[in-house]
């Protein structure tokens, strides 16, 4: 099929301009100022932006007791604008061949979205075999979850044993050391415990170890998340030192703040957990300034019975926030709309950056000939209230519920197809593809 993307205003890899785009099956094949194009349906863009389709690197779609699965979850992707999402499994959900390989065909039959697979979560020495096939496979990065896995000589193993693969280590940085000290004693009734369980010393001591240890085994790493401007701060300085080291925020770090545990109790709950409203201010700077690389949803399905659990004991809730559906119109919303951040690096943030980081870059992530027809229109006048009664992640429940955004996602496209047209998915299940990271042969 060809189409003709027709008057919007275009965020190409060259910049951003009022030009009509080129698409012939699934790739992007030209730009050009004609009105038409033979044989082309034309897609009406006027007064859009049309925008790379969204990159996330963080999903955890995949929850084995829950009833999302990649069809609902991709559904919420595209919903969302997001093109390509990374799925990262549970306790060493997909850290051998055969698992992986497994795990590829059960979301090649339901995904809606493009996706790519986060090998991990490392919590054995067994899962360290199968490294070296898994990167093959095109895993863009493998996964240490440091509250399951602390041990300082068990990290140094798992980096060295990624730098062999070339595939970096993606970490959640907390000490488990501390958050046991600092839990004593504490009223979990109150939700706020929480957050008092695992103070900011808690990522900052976890961030320093392991740059160190990244130092010393000559190791690539990924901070899964950031919730303290001390730990972008950290890792610039390690980058400074030839560190290769890379950061993510999410949107509940930027938008909500340790307050929201008043309203929102175990809806809000997350790891790390939210901060002090100060420290917003400061990672949309750091963010605006490229200190931390990109943003990502780390979306996480749980029933909302399962949240009600932690209303009378805030640990019996588990920890995560469902956000494939809003990150984008979020981060555009609070970031653009705001003055934090200009659409250029909107654009990085949820596209370019997470997809060069991944290892899917040129092929995702940008509008340039010989990419994939990625993208989605936005407008950005469009006023909304967020209402998860008609999400489509089977979680149900937002802690942004009721919020009036600026800046709607109209329609996305995954390699030339439509798969959301701003009310309801129009492909079948299995539309979307595996997508191997290309690292190795970039490196």
């Not at 600092?182 to 415990?193: A, H």
């Not at 709309?337 to 092929?363: H, M, S, T």
Request: with cysteine; aromatic share 10%; charged share 25%.
């Amino acid at each position: 099929m060809r189409l003709i993307v027709k008057g919007g205003t275009v965020a190409t890899e060259k910049g951003i301009s009022k030009i009509n785009m080129l698409v012939d099956s699934d790739k992007i094949v030209g730009f050009t100022l004609a009105e038409t194009w033979n044989e082309a349906l034309v897609v009406d863009a006027a007064n859009m932006f049309v925008l790379p389709g969204a990159v996330d690197s963080h999903t955890h779609i995949s929850y084995p007791e829950g009833k999302e699965d990649f069809f609902t979850g991709t559904s919420a992707a595209a919903a969302g604008g997001f093109t390509t999402v990374v799925d990262m499994d549970h306790k060493s959900g997909c850290t051998t061949e055969k698992k992986y390989r497994e795990k590829i065909d059960v979301c090649q039959l339901k995904a809606i979205t493009d996706f790519g697979l986060s090998a991990g979560i490392i919590v054995e020495d067994t899962d360290l075999e199968e490294l070296d096939s898994l990167a093959r496979l095109g895993t863009p990065y493998f996964k240490l979850f440091m509250p399951l896995k602390s041990e300082y000589d068990f990290i140094c193993q798992t980096l060295t044993a990624c730098k062999e693969t070339g595939i970096p280590l993606g970490i959640h940085a907390e000490d488990m050391t501390l958050i046991n000290y600092f839990s004593n004693g504490l009223d979990w009734s109150d939700p706020i415990s929480f957050v008092r369980s695992r103070p900011e010393v808690s990522e900052q001591m976890a961030t320093a170890a392991v740059l160190e240890m990244a130092d010393y085994c000559q190791s690539s790493v990924h901070f899964c998340h950031t919730s303290t401007a001390k730990t972008a701060e950290l890792i610039i300085e390690a980058k400074k030192r030839g560190i290769k080291a890379t950061i993510e925020v999410q949107p509940h770090f930027l938008i909500l703040d340790e307050t929201s545990f008043a309203e929102k109790g175990p809806y809000v709950k997350t790891t790390p957990p939210l901060r002090s409203s100060n420290i917003k201010d400061i990672l949309w700077r750091q963010l605006a300034a490229g200190i931390i690389d990109f943003v990502s949803s780390d979306h996480f399905y749980c029933a909302q019975t399962e949240k009600e659990m932690g209303l009378k004991d805030i640990r019996q809730a588990p920890a995560g926030i469902p956000g494939l559906e809003y990150a984008v119109a979020l981060t555009y919303h609070f970031g653009v709309n705001k003055g934090r951040i200009d659409l250029k690096r909107f654009v990085q943030v949820i596209a370019e950056a997470p997809a060069r980081f991944c290892g899917y870059y040129p092929q995702k992530g940008v509008l340039a000939v010989g990419s994939d027809a990625d993208f989605i229109l936005f407008n950005p006048e469009e006023e909304w209230v967020i209402d998860s009664s008609n999400m489509f992640s089977k979680a149900g429940y937002s802690p942004y519920d009721g919020l009036c955004l600026k800046g709607k996602i109209k329609r996305t496209f995954v390699r030339g197809t439509e798969v959301y047209d701003g009310l309801s998915i129009k492909v079948s299940q299995g539309h979307g593809r595996y997508i191997p990271s290309k690292r190795l042969n970039r490196e």
